[in-house]
C-alpha cells in the first residue's frame, strides 16, 4: 500500500520475482485505489490478519479501511484529539488489536479505541518536550507493550502502554529523524535521518550498533523510509535522492 500527496491510497498486487522486470505494464498490479483524503497522506498501517488499514492525512483526520471491499471501504473517519493538531504518523497497537497510535504535529501521541474513536491513553512528554516538534513517526513493539516515537527534534522516545509514562529519550541523530523501523522479533530498531544515516539500535540495551551513511540531501531531505525485511536479515531505506537501498547488516 502506498499513501500519496494527492490523498489517495494505491493498493498495489506484489508482482512474481520470476517475471521479466523489463515487461510492459500491467494495469493489475495496481489493485484498487481508496479515495477519501482531502489532502497529502503521510502515513499508512496495515494489520494483515484483521485487513484493516489506517492513514494519516494533512487535512486534519485519521480514516480507517478495509481494503478489498468494494462497496464501502471507508470504515470510520477520526478526528484529532485537540483542534489544530494535524496527525503525522499511525500505527496498529501489535498487543492490542482493537487499539491504534496516532502521533501529531506538536508533541502529541496518543492511543485510540478503533470502534469509538475515543482516546484511551495520551503518552506523558514531561519536560522532555521541545513546543512545536512534529512527531514523524510512531511505532507499535511487535510484542511488547511499548510504543516508539522519533521526530523533528532529533530524539528518539520510548512510553510504556499502560501509563503512558516517557521510560527513554535519547538524541540518536545529527538532524531531524524522518523514519523508524522494528525487526519482527522486536530486538532491534533502525531509525532514518535527515543527516544521511541509517542507524541501527539494540532494543534492550539502547545502544547503536551500527551506522550506514546512506542518502545523499536534496534540500533538507535526505533518509525518507526504512524497513527490516519480514523474514530475511536484510534493511532497505529510499531517500530524496530518488535511490531505494538494500542492505545486509552487520552481525551483532
Request: net charge negative; aromatic share 8%.
Amino acid at each position: 500500500d502506498l499513501g500519496g500527496r494527492d490523498g489517495v491510497i494505491c493498493c498495489w498486487n506484489v508482482p512474481s520475482t520470476t517475471g521479466d522486470p523489463y515487461e510492459a505494464y500491467d494495469p493489475k498490479v495496481l489493485s484498487e485505489s481508496l479515495r477519501g483524503h482531502k489532502d497529502a497522506i503521510w502515513s499508512i498501517a496495515y494489520h494483515s490478519s484483521d485487513n484493516r488499514l489506517v492513514s494519516a492525512s494533512s487535512d486534519g483526520t485519521i480514516k480507517l479501511w478495509e481494503p478489498g471491499n468494494f462497496g464501502e471501504p471507508l470504515l470510520r473517519t477520526l478526528e484529532p484529539p485537540l483542534a489544530g493538531l494535524v496527525p503525522t504518523s499511525v500505527d496498529f497497537v501489535s498487543t492490542e488489536p482493537s487499539q491504534l497510535l496516532a502521533a501529531y504535529t506538536s508533541s502529541t501521541a496518543n492511543i485510540i479505541d478503533i470502534e469509538t474513536g475515543a482516546t484511551i491513553l495520551t503518552f506523558d512528554f514531561g519536560d522532555d518536550v521541545v513546543p512545536g516538534c512534529r512527531i514523524t513517526r510512531i511505532l507499535s513493539h511487535p510484542t511488547m507493550p511499548l510504543t516508539i516515537t522519533a521526530g523533528d527534534d532529533r530524539k528518539i522516545r520510548y512510553f510504556d502502554n499502560h501509563t503512558g509514562k516517557l521510560t527513554h529519550s535519547a538524541v540518536a541523530h545529527v538532524e531531524g529523524i524522518s523514519s523508524l523501523a522494528i525487526d519482527p522479533n522486536g530486538l532491534y530498531l533502525l531509525s532514518g535521518s535527515h543527516d544521511g544515516s541509517l542507524r541501527m539500535w539494540n532494543m534492550e540495551k539502547r545502544v547503536c550498533l551500527q551506522e550506514i551513511s546512506a542518502h545523499r540531501k536534496k534540500y533538507d531531505a535526505s533518509v525518507t523510509c526504512v524497513a527490516f525485511h519480514p523474514s530475511r536479515p536484510l534493511i532497505g531505506s529510499a531517500g530524496a535522492d530518488s535511490l531505494a537501498k538494500v542492505y545486509c547488516p552487520a552481525s551483532s
